[in-house]
T-cell receptor, first 114, second 113 residues
Framework: AQSVTQLGSHVSVSEGALVLLRCNYS??????LFWYVQYPNQGLQLLLK??????LVKGINGFEAEFKKSETSFHLTKPSAHMSDAAEYFC????????????FGKGTTLSVSS | EAGVAQSPRYKIIEKRQSVAFWCNPI?????LYWYQQILGQGPKLLIQ????????DSQLPKDRFSAERLKGVDSTLKIQPAKLEDSAVYLC???????????FGNGTRLTVT
């Protein structure tokens, strides 16, 4: 069965600092991988997705993630945090062959201080 | 394009009562999903539709939850009777196909007292 593990339920950074949110996946087949962001009282918004075209994926709002098969990881990074980045971030996986629905991690809350 | 519409935004009911949620997906999207998001957790899939057929309902508590997608467009999710542990945000999402990114609605926040 597929699953994702997000290390750290809460990450705090200063404005302008590097953002690193960790995600490890478990899958017996090459998966599709996603990062979503959720602002308070809103639905989830797609940040970026990995579908095997390139291991380094660039998303919206300056975020990017790198797929590392050897480490079964798909960590999310942003070089310089902005106050508006404060939100809940979810990593998700799906089985590309079976067309299954997304399975989400438990989420990481990002706090940004000035 | 218009996003995924959900209603109501908030609902408060007492345990053992029934409740229904409505979802209007993005026009043309074949797949529709209902997720349950309990406070502090990631969304958990309840049911997946492909057009008006059910693809996966293995995690739907069928003794109390039901969902339908008539004509392959709008969908309703019903809980009857509700339990305290059903308090959560119910998210609807849609996509062009099963391997395309999902577009989420803003959700319905259910409180069961």
């Amino acid at each position: 069965a597929q699953s994702v593990t997000q290390l750290g339920s809460h990450v705090s950074v200063s404005e302008g600092a590097l953002v690193l949110l960790r995600c490890n996946y478990s899958s017996s087949v090459p998966p599709y991988l996603f990062w979503y962001v959720q602002y308070p009282n809103q639905g989830l918004q797609l940040l970026l997705k990995y579908t095997s075209a390139a291991t380094l994926v660039k998303g919206i709002n300056g975020f990017e993630a790198e797929f590392k098969k050897s480490e079964t990881s798909f960590h999310l990074t942003k070089p310089s945090a902005h106050m508006s980045d404060a939100a809940e971030y979810f990593c998700a996986v799906s089985d590309r062959q079976a067309g299954t629905a997304l399975i989400f991690g438990k989420g990481t809350t990002l706090s940004v201080s000035s | 394009e218009a996003g995924v519409a959900q209603s109501p935004r908030y609902k408060i009911i007492e345990k053992r009562q029934s409740v229904a949620f409505w979802c209007n997906p993005i026009s043309g999207h074949a797949t529709l999903y209902w997720y349950q998001q309990i406070l502090g957790q990631g969304p958990k899939l309840l049911i997946q539709f492909q057009n008006n057929g059910v693809v996966d309902d293995s995690q739907l508590p069928k003794d109390r939850f039901s969902a339908e997608r008539l004509k392959g467009v709008d969908s309703t999710l019903k809980i009857q009777p509700a339990k305290l542990e059903d308090s959560a945000v119910y998210l609807c999402a849609s996509g062009w196909s099963s391997d395309s990114p999902l577009h989420f609605g803003n959700g319905t926040r259910l409180t069961v007292t």
